[in-house]
């Protein structure tokens, strides 16, 4: 187990709605890496969070948004749900960012857009 | 889009054996990172192997890393039922040292 937890561990929402997943870093880790994974699929890389600034985004479009808080723990925001945001959402924290790292990853949100 | 692909895509191996997983990717890279995950929880990390190394072990797992072929292998020896996982490859490359996923190799060990 690492010490990075996720909030909530299931979600069921309706399309067009908004969501907001949760995550804690590890302790005296200051970077945060959201990832989503769909069935059968890699994570694919979402944004990360470097010290409460963006570091890095992947190819997921402006409804996905994310925030850092001052103790390093991260919220990802998805508005306008789609059925294609149907996943498991993945958080992952390491010590920094900018060098190679080994990341830590937390159990996971799954959610269902209906 | 996936950098890493792994190879096969599923295993199926008696408990004892040893499994081999393959990871080829397309541009060159910083560094490539093996991952295990259970039935769709998180992962965790198993080996980081930079560009500059060929081989690194850890417990009975042993990774080599071929740049000329831009594949990178990855061997349990001794398998158990605990082994069974989904396992994946993450390369970084360029400028960046955020990894980006293959689609894994799912591994099933029997008793």
């Known amino acids: 187990e690492t010490g990075v937890t996720q909030s909530p561990t299931h979600l069921i929402k309706t399309r067009g709605q908004q969501v907001t997943l949760r995550c804690s870093s590890q302790s005296g880790h200051n970077t945060v890496s959201w990832y989503q994974q769909a069935l059968g699929q890699g994570p694919q890389f979402i944004f990360q969070?470097?010290?409460?600034?963006?570091?890095g985004r992947g190819n997921f479009p402006p409804r996905f948004s994310g925030l850092q808080f001052p103790n390093y723990s991260s919220e990802l925001n998805v508005n306008a749900l789609e059925l294609d945001d149907s996943a498991l959402y993945l958080c992952?924290?390491?010590?920094?960012?900018?060098?190679?790292?080994?990341?830590?990853f937390g159990p996971g949100t799954r959610l269902t857009v209906t | 889009s996936q950098q890493g692909e792994e190879d096969p895509q599923a295993l199926s191996i008696q408990e004892g054996e040893n499994a081999t997983m393959n990871c080829s990717y397309k541009t060159s890279i910083n560094n490539l990172q093996w991952y295990r995950q259970n039935s769709g929880r998180g992962l965790v990390h198993l080996i980081l192997i930079r560009s500059n190394e060929r081989e690194k072990h850890s417990g009975r797992l042993r990774v080599t890393l071929d740049t000329s072929k831009k594949s990178s292998s990855l061997l349990i020896t001794a398998s158990r039922a605990a082994d069974t996982a989904s396992y994946f490859c993450a390369t970084a490359s360029g400028g960046s040292y955020i990894p980006t996923f293959g689609r894994g190799t799912s591994l099933i060990v029997h008793p």
């Open positions: 969070y470097y010290r409460e600034e963006e570091n």
């Open positions: 992952a924290s390491s010590l920094t960012a900018g060098e190679l790292y080994e990341q830590y």
